[in-house]
């Protein structure tokens, strides 16, 4: 009984063993197809991550850049506003001063217009004497 056990379990190792080698070398050739891929995943990363770290370099720059033109920009706008806080309070005044003389104007046109139609009135009955006294 014993021989023909290990008659079976040689029967069994012969069929086995192969199938078992096949199955690590297929196995074996996985893995380096899997750390193949893996490693070129990985090469790939790191060119995404040396663009990606160009970029931000580019980005700071141009941030700075920014960052300079509008403080730049802030400062002439506030040297600008100094400037026409300056200038404009005698402007303003010159304009109060036409709205004052506008509205003594109006305030006096009525004045005027009576005025100007007296000597129409005068004008017209001096310009009749005048033609009177030539016939």
């Known amino acids: 009984m014993q021989s023909k056990r290990a008659s079976t379990i040689g029967r ?3 069929h086995v063993q192969p199938k078992l080698r096949r199955d690590v070398l297929k196995l ?3 893995s380096h ?3 193949t891929q893996t490693r ?6 790191a060119q ?3 663009v990606i770290d160009n970029s931000n370099k580019r980005l700071e720059v141009g941030l700075a850049f920014l960052n300079t033109r509008i403080h730049g920009t802030l400062k ?3 040297r600008i506003i100094q400037t026409l806080a300056d200038l404009m309070p005698p402007y ?4 109060r001063d036409v709205e004052t003389e506008f509205e003594d ?6 004045k005027l217009e009576e005025t100007v139609k007296t000597l129409q009135a005068r004008s017209t009955q001096t310009s009749d004497d005048v033609h009177s006294s030539n016939v």
């Not at 104007?105 to 009525?110: I, S, T």
């Open 12 to 14: 069994l190792e012969s």
């Open 28 to 30: 074996i050739e996985d």
């Open 33 to 35: 197809s899997l750390t």
């Open 40 to 45: 070129a995943e990985i090469q790939e990363l």
């Open 48 to 50: 995404l991550m040396d």
């Open 76 to 78: 002439d706008n506030k």
């Open 92 to 95: 303003v005044a010159k304009i």
């Open 105 to 110: 104007f109006e305030r006096n046109f009525p």
